[in-house]
Every structure is written in structure tokens, then in C-alpha cells.
């Protein structure tokens, strides 16, 4: 039985399509939990560098990966849906697998593609990545 499901959203048409999906299942199993990840790539170290403090990168993560998350916060309200909200920095795929397995989901959702442009391959880096890293089932959204 899945009881907690981790959707990984990027903005992405793509990532958007499995947030529908996360919502169709989470629809058919009315007592799971569901939690949105969204993973900024920018570390605090870049933003040091280039000059903006702790609390300016903080405050524009949230702001900024808020805002990206609120897209697919929307589809589950609409359902009737509450959802979590996780937003973390650092490398996309093994955070979400960290996170994922650290707080006992059940099922990662995610899309074959992101906003990544190389055309031609089926799965992103990201997708792919988790693919090998995940603990738990993964489901692919095309
Ligand atoms: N930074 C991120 N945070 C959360 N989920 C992500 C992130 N990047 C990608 N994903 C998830 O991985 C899927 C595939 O994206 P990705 O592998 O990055 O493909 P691409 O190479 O086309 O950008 C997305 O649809 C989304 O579900
Ligand atoms: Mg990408």
C-alpha cells in the first residue's frame, strides 16, 4: 500500500503532467500523504560569491521555489487535496532521493524531462539519476 508519495516538480509542462498524475493517484488512495520537492541547484556558496548574504538567499529560495511550486500546490487544492510543500538546495536527484528516504515515501512521481533543452533522449539527468539512486519505486511521467 503507498502511503506517502513524493512529487519532484520543476515547472516543467512535463513535471506538470506528473503532478496530474500524483493527483489522479493520490485521489484513488485517499489516505496517503503527498509532499511537492522542488530542488534549487544554486548553493549559498555561489551566493556568497556573488556578493548576496545568507538571509537574501534564503528569503529569495523561498520566494522564487514558492512561487515555481505553487503551479502544481494548485492542482491538489483544486482536487480538495492538501499537499506539503519541501523546498532544499543542492544536487536535485540525490536530494530528492535523500529526502525520499529519510522521511519513508513510498513512491517518488517525477517527469521523464524538465526545462533541460537537449532534445532526443527520453529521460533527463534528473529522472534518469533518481532512476538508479531511489530506495523506493519511481514512476515516470511522459
Ligand atoms: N530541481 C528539481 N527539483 C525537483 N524536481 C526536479 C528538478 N529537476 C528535475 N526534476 C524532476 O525531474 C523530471 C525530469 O527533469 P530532468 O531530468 O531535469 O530533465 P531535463 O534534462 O529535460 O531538464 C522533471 O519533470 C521533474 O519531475
Ligand atoms: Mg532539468
Do not use: W
Not at 19 to 43: G, M, N, W, Y
Not at 85 to 102: F, N
Amino acid at each position: 500500500m503507498i502511503k506517502k508519495i513524493l512529487l519532484a516538480f520543476d515547472g516543467s509542462q512535463n513535471a506538470l503532467r506528473a503532478a496530474e498524475f500524483a493527483v489522479d493517484l493520490h485521489k484513488s488512495i485517499p489516505q496517503a500523504r503527498c509532499a511537492i520537492i522542488i530542488v534549487a541547484s544554486f548553493t549559498r556558496d555561489e551566493a556568497e560569491f556573488l556578493g548576496v548574504s545568507d538571509a537574501e538567499f534564503d528569503n529569495a529560495l523561498q520566494i522564487n521555489a514558492g512561487r515555481i511550486l505553487q503551479g502544481a500546490v494548485e492542482l491538489f487544492n483544486n482536487a480538495g487535496l492538501a499537499v506539503d510543500k519541501v523546498i532544499l538546495q543542492g544536487d536535485a536527484a540525490k536530494s530528492i532521493v535523500e529526502y525520499a528516504g529519510e522521511n519513508g515515501f513510498d513512491l517518488i512521481v517525477m517527469g521523464t524531462r524538465g526545462l533541460g533543452n537537449v532534445k532526443g533522449m527520453l529521460l533527463g539527468s534528473v529522472s534518469n539519476k533518481v532512476m538508479h539512486l531511489a530506495h523506493c519505486p519511481v514512476t515516470v511521467v511522459k
